[in-house]
């Protein structure tokens, strides 16, 4: 199949080819990527519904929302930086998904030892993320005495919607960092080149798997650079 | 092994296409970082927001997670699904307004 699909018609005859075909319709496209695809899309409701919830909090109150760019400012040496914090974590973030879209690239090559190595760097990106969200949540929490129903800077909704959102995209870090951390493993170890069985799934793998965590992975990013731009900039 | 390699080479793209798409990355993360360390405010602010955000957004979809080179029929799956989202911003953004609309009237003005 993956030897013909350059002959197929491609853009959109492409796609009125690929329904109207009997059997796969995502041609090329193997089940376990489809199906990340699929749950990326529905996790992407998810976030939407809750940056739309924060919308319409945000939009619904008469009572000033605390200033993002003060409230997550840092001092550093003195010096008084807006956003500060949040800005590293953008960049670590995308340092991150930089790290993993190479790693999917020597995954293709079948280049063990650079993959498993950028899968660690990614990883790395991911637990500074989530450690400097912990730093981020201490600052807050116990220094700014902010909590899900009040807040001394403004309305009170704004805890609710912070605690909410990052929290759930921290989750979403963190058990991608899991995640990365046993695909480092398996790749070092040589589990793609041996076809040893999964202890979980007890099917063989392939660094095909790398592609379909990277795809999980970017689209962590991708919603941190929405919730960046709603939550904090807006 | 040394086959496979050659046969795997054809699918990927050249190391460059990423370093690329990770610089434009980092510069508009910088620029949007900007639009706040600057502190430029009302319709100029959101404007440059939206286009940073959707410009990194559209990057990572298209050379990040591959859609630019996916066949149309799964590009177009994933993608319409999300004008959905369009419908209800416009729909909570009426119903917020309603809301505050109210909470003025009741609270403030209702009360004398």
Known sequence: MNNNISDLPKKFKGLKHDFSSDQVTFKGVNWGKAMMWIFLVSDTFIFSCFLIAYMTVRGSTPIPWPNPSEVFALTIFGVHVPLLLIAIMTFVLITSSGTMALAVKFGYERNRKLCALFILLTAIGGIAFVGMQVFEWTKLIFHEGVRPWANPMGANQFGAIFFMVTGFHGTHVSIGVIFLLIYARKTWRGDFDTGKKGFFTSMRSDYLAIEILGLYWHFVDLVWVFIFAFFYLW | ?112
């Open chain 2, 1 to 112: 092994m040394t086959n496979n390699i050659k046969k795997k080479v054809v699918n990927t793209h050249g190391l460059a296409v990423y370093l690329w798409i990770w610089t434009l990355l980092f510069v508009l993360s910088a620029c949007s970082y900007a639009v706040d360390y600057f502190q430029f405010q009302g319709i100029l602010r959101w404007s440059l927001i939206l286009f940073f955000m959707f410009a990194k957004a559209g990057l990572i979809m298209a050379f990040f997670m591959h859609l630019f080179w996916e066949r149309y029929a799964l590009v177009n799956v994933l993608l319409w699904p999300m004008t959905a989202i369009v419908a209800f911003i416009f729909l909570m953004s009426a119903e917020a307004k309603y809301t505050v609309f109210t909470r003025l009237f009741y609270f403030v003005a209702g009360t004398g």
